[in-house]
């Protein structure tokens, strides 16, 4: 019940393709959804959440679809670029739990070929 | 723009020798996470903090495993007695409150135990 899955494993998209990342949980409490990029040798950092109160979120290339009834979100990149080559978690969290800990997906390995 | 800094960058220590993990939460940020990323697979939680003392903590985070602020700056973790499958990057996080989603990443310390 804790888990998110997430596919696909990798992805490779041609420079100005689009690139979609899908993740599915099973935990109804969970309330918060982030996307965290990750560069080689670096930490993940923030790329963007969405609460379940809302079906999609944008900002910039970046769009969360998120299907409550199915349990499941995605992160699209639209026009994505060769920068955008990172590993892609889902993760998930409780908000106003114990504290904020996030569950994360298994990654996605995201290359844009130029 | 503040951020978290851990050290060592890396390493590297013999199964059954105690390592000691720091990091440098951003200032003004109350809570606190360790997470860990065995090679090739997902970030998983080990351990939240607040208010100096843990709020919460993963199976992983058994006995050989603490965590302390020992000042106003710093965040440790340490493992007593390490072993082998305790190789993995270790991140240290933060966040402004436990109801402020964004959690902060640092680079992360490479441990290798041999």
């Known amino acids: 019940q804790q888990q998110v899955k997430q596919s696909p494993q990798s992805l490779i998209v041609q420079k100005g393709g689009i690139s979609i990342i899908n993740c599915a949980y099973e935990n109804t409490a969970f309330d918060y959804f982030p996307w965290y990029q990750q560069f080689p040798g670096k930490g993940p950092a923030l790329l963007i959440a969405i609460r379940p109160d809302v079906s999609e979120k944008k900002e910039g290339r970046f769009t969360i679809s998120f299907n409550k009834s199915a349990k499941q979100f995605s992160l699209h990149i639209m026009d994505s670029q060769p920068g955008d080559s990172a590993t892609y978690f889902c993760a998930a969290s409780r908000y106003g739990g114990a504290t904020n800990k996030l569950i994360f997906g298994t990654g996605t390995l995201l290359a844009v070929q130029p | 723009e503040p951020e978290v800094t851990q050290t060592p960058s890396h390493q590297v220590t013999q199964m059954g020798q105690e390592v000691i993990l720091r990091c440098v939460p951003i200032?003004?940020?109350?809570?606190f996470y360790w997470y860990r990323q065995i090679l090739g697979q997902k970030v998983e939680f080990l351990v939240s903090?607040?208010?100096?003392?843990?709020?919460?903590k993963s199976e992983i985070f058994d006995d050989q495993f603490s965590v302390e602020r020992p000042d106003g700056s710093n965040f440790t973790l340490k493992i007593r007695s390490t072993k082998l499958e305790d190789s993995a990057m270790y991140f240290c996080?933060?966040?402004?409150?436990?109801?402020?989603?964004?959690?902060?990443f640092g680079p992360g310390t490479r441990l290798l135990v041999l």
């Open positions: 903090f607040y208010n100096n003392e843990i709020s919460e």
């Open positions: 200032s003004n940020h109350l809570y």
């Open positions: 996080a933060s966040s402004l409150t436990g109801f402020e989603e964004t959690q902060y």
